[in-house]
């Protein structure tokens, strides 16, 4: 979807400048390669999708089932293992976490980009180390730490451990759009007597939105996936989806129909927001790339 | 100016916002706090079918028990493992029952990390000699019992009757692993997509190493002696390993290298496997008509053996409460009923005799309607349970309790070293020669670093 909508005009300068050439044999075989791409892209998930619809036998048999009466039993399964909770707490550590992000990020990167504080290229690099260390290095310390202030299995602690974990990357993406803003703008604002708080409000942030947008959007499928933190810092009360998720594997039985529909499950909310933000994660995402 | 007129009531409710979301925040973090302290039963455990039908049953346990309530997490084997560790060593004391096997249980017993349970499991009507002695043994340390199984395994052979009959074939009442593979090299059918036999291979010491150890050990190998010297490349050692890997590269099923205990019941279940050594639970699916094609097809018969009288192992998934758990006694109350005879009972009316968990209480074998609907395999699984010696498994006396596994904290990573290695030789990539080689080389390093060695 990106791609398309972003090479759109490109496309349409190509087609007028050579006109009558569309259809040439090399144009059809990446044409062939693009969807041969996607297809082996989009297989796993609807392979995921279908099995979820399968028996438990028949989602294990070899040579796999393709044809299959659909039956919704693992659905059932799955929320007569009240899936509820799970949600919640999933949807409130990551909409928590992506706000407090979104929150701390744009005034950081404002700082970094426009601003230029002192020392911001050194700020940035520290921002960007922080992702370099690997989770499981950090999570005795975390662990101890919600384990002494009583935040363990606390989903306030979860989100900000997330909040944690996206900022370097948020303030990165806030960054190269800030950087993107025309300098005249800013400096037009400034001379009609805006003050910080305005030119804050009324020029960059409708400016910057669909960058914003995706920006939020990427942290919450982050924190919406995190499975590592989860598990370790949860048990009954703050436990997310991706948590609940392993709970159907088992290594005696057959597990794989109830776990793709569970899968199914978990995706929607990531894919209707994706879909719902559409537009604005395309502008957001190609903006600057065109100038 | 107007701009900065409408700014200070939109920062007001921004603010108001935030700050009503952060109070909500806490208040629920506050109140789930609230009811952890009141009697709620934390329930670490893995997803076995078992398991998922005492998920479904608690509503009973919360019926006849008003106080307590019951919460469960349900993780995979390894990440469980972690987690309960975690939080033991931490002495976090977030849950209250955890699911065990017979390999922790001592260990963790030695360690300090779980409750005794004697002393619970004398009072009431609980009957604690009821419980199949040899698994009793596995989950005790120094003469302490520190779990109750909620269902306990061996293994069996399980080999499809009407292949059998259609070769003109017979197997004996206690076949050699000789006979085996025989008989896999006479039913090995590769147009018919049928396998002689179906053998783990997948790397993990809860896999391959499961059934393959209880092979080493018949045929008078072993992985330590008992002045824990590394005994991976002695004769009778190699011989089990050459046995099995090439059963397993010539007669076994497609993908061996990847194959675990799933892949075999799905092999088995679907026809495409002629035999089959592996856990006992096994039996319950493979004759259950809804998931398996070969119901009424089966026969069972003990362990294949060479140098031994049996040679099966011994598993159990147990319930144990940790010693952290700041609720000992409603911990407890839960854990003796889903291990109790009347939960049996409970299974085998609500949701189907054939899913009463087998191979933890001698009793369950006398319920009649447990006998008929277990018929074909309710017996070679207590006879092939009962018939294990935990302490001397193999011809030689061995310094730990359990069959299939080393009893000591270093053997997962040991165990999925060397798993890794046969595995390895399984798909071809090396000689069983060179597979053991480094296996005991792995063996001594362990033993060396972790002072057992003297």
Known sequence: ?291 | MAGRSRSRPARAVLGSALAALLLGTTACAGAGVGGQDGRTVTVATVANPQMQDIEKLTGDFKKDHPGIDVKFVILPENELRDRVTQDIATRAGQYDVVTIGTYEAPIWAKNGWLTKLDGYASKGGYDVADIVPTVRDALSYEDGLYAVPFYGESSFLMYRKDLFAKAGLTMPARPSWQDVANFAAKLDDKQGNVAGICLRGLPGWGEVLAPLNTAILTFGGRWFDEDWNARLTDPETKKAVELYVNLVRQYGEPGAPNAGFSECLTAMGQGNAAMWYDATVAASSLEDPKTSKVAGKIGYVPAPTVKTEHAGWLWSWALAVPETSKKKDAAWEFVSWATSKDYMKLVGQRLGWARVPPGSRLSTYEIPEYRKAAAAFAQPTLDAIRSVNVKQPGLHPQPWTGVHYVGIPEFQELGTKVSQEISAAIAGRQSVDDALAKAQQYAEQTTLKGGYKK
Do not use: H
């Open chain 1, 1 to 291: 979807m990106t791609t398309m909508v972003a090479t759109a005009p490109a496309e349409r300068a190509a087609a007028t400048r050579r006109r009558g050439a569309r259809f040439r044999p090399g144009n059809i075989g990446v044409g062939i390669a693009a969807w041969v791409a996607a297809l082996a892209f989009f297989f796993p998930v609807l392979w995921m999708f279908l099995t979820g619809f399968k028996q438990e036998s028949q989602a294990s048999t070899d040579p796999p089932t393709i044809f299959f009466t659909p039956t919704l039993d693992q659905f059932r399964s799955i929320f007569a293992r009240d899936f509820a909770p799970y949600l919640i707490n999933s949807l409130t550590a990551s909409v928590m976490s992506t706000i407090f992000v979104i929150m701390l990020a744009t005034p950081a990167a404002y700082a970094l980009s426009v601003a230029k504080v002192g020392r911001w290229r050194d700020a940035l690099f520290f921002f960007l180390s922080t992702r370099m260390m690997p989770a499981v290095a950090s999570i005795l310390p975390l662990y101890i730490l919600a384990t002494n202030i009583g935040m363990l299995d606390n989903i306030t602690m979860l989100s900000l451990v997330y909040t944690a974990m996206n900022l370097p990357i948020a303030v990165w993406m806030i960054r190269s759009f800030l950087a993107e803003l025309p300098r005249e703008v800013l400096e037009a604002a400034r001379i009609d007597g805006a003050s910080l708080g305005t030119e804050m409000r009324r020029i960059i942030l409708p400016m910057i939105a669909p960058g914003l947008a995706a920006t939020a959007l990427i942290c919450m499928i982050f924190a919406w996936n995190e499975f590592f933190f989860a598990v370790s810092l949860t048990s009954t009360r703050a436990a997310t989806v991706p948590v609940f998720l392993v709970g159907f594997i088992t290594s005696e039985g057959l597990f794989w129909a109830r776990l793709s529909a569970a899968s199914t499950m978990a995706a929607l909310p990531v894919i209707l927001a994706g879909w719902v933000a559409q537009k604005w994660l395309v502008r957001g995402l190609s903006l600057g790339a065109v100038k």
